[in-house]
Antibody, heavy 118, light 112 residues
Framework: EVHLVESGGGLVKPGGSLRLSCAAA????????MSWVRQAPGKGLEWVGR??????????DYAAPVKGRFTISRDDSKNTLYLQMDSLKTEDTAIYYC?????????WGQGTPVTVSS | DIVMTQSPLSLPVTPGEPASISCRSS???????????LDWFLQKPGQSPQLLIY???NRASGVPDRFSGSGSGTDFTLRISRVEAEDVGVYYC?????????FGLGTKLEIK
């Protein structure tokens, strides 16, 4: 059975940092392209960023609002995806989901909430 | 960057009636492999999004056949042949062709 389980969310002050993790099971993680997607309270889905598989170069891309502040990485030996969030702003408050992007966008985690507030 | 435009934003439907949602992209989503990289998701209240349709017209595993996707290039449509009460939620399209990937604003389907 497929599982994507996010963790690491919480309350952080503006300017602070947080690292989210996404533990994957039930599919071949090392060939998957993975994404982070967020959803602010009462709002729609917003794509955050993506990391390709190692065989495809392990390159990353980010949405403009988080570029330069967020970093996506992966540890294929642990089947885990990460999102390092620095210089957090109040507008980063959201539920953060990890998602398998390739070969298909068919697996999503349950999300972990992040609140940025003083 | 590719921009996704989804309509309508709100869709009240009587059970048993059909429904359709439009999604347009600012650039073609047709990959050189012949597939359109357009996905449809449904987010039911209080749940994570779930994949309904991938590559424009392929139903995901376990999705009822009353859901269908069509279109190519820049114009896509999600159709529900007969809406059921369990179909309520917000529907999103997403372009999966190139980064930055983008979602439409979402269409909230409600039962009349």
């Amino acid at each position: 059975e497929v599982h994507l389980v996010e963790s690491g969310g919480g309350l952080v002050k503006p300017g602070g940092s947080l690292r989210l993790s996404c533990a994957a099971a039930g599919f071949t993680f090392n060939i998957a392209w993975m994404s982070w997607v967020r959803q602010a309270p009462g709002k729609g889905l917003e794509w955050v960023g993506r990391i390709k598989s190692k065989v495809d170069g392990e390159t990353t891309d980010y949405a403009a609002p988080v570029k330069g502040r967020f970093t996506i990485s992966r540890d294929d030996s642990k089947n885990t995806l990460y999102l390092q969030m620095d210089s957090l702003k109040t507008e980063d408050t959201a539920i953060y989901y990890c998602m398998r992007l390739r070969p298909r966008s068919d697996y999503w985690g349950q999300g972990t909430p992040v609140t940025v507030s003083s | 960057d590719i921009v996704m435009t989804q309509s309508p934003l709100s869709l009240p439907v009587t059970p048993g009636e059909p429904a359709s949602i439009s999604c347009r992209s600012s650039q073609s989503l047709l990959h050189s492999n012949g597939y359109n990289y357009l996905d449809w998701f449904l987010q039911k209240p209080g749940q994570s999004p779930q994949l309904l349709i991938y590559w424009g017209s392929n139903r995901a595993s376990g999705v009822p056949d009353r859901f269908s996707g069509s279109g190519s290039g820049t114009d896509f449509t999600l159709r529900i042949s007969r809406v059921e009460a369990e179909d309520v939620g917000v529907y999103y399209c997403m372009q999966a062709l190139q980064a930055p990937h983008a979602f439409g604003l979402g269409t909230k389907l409600e039962i009349k």
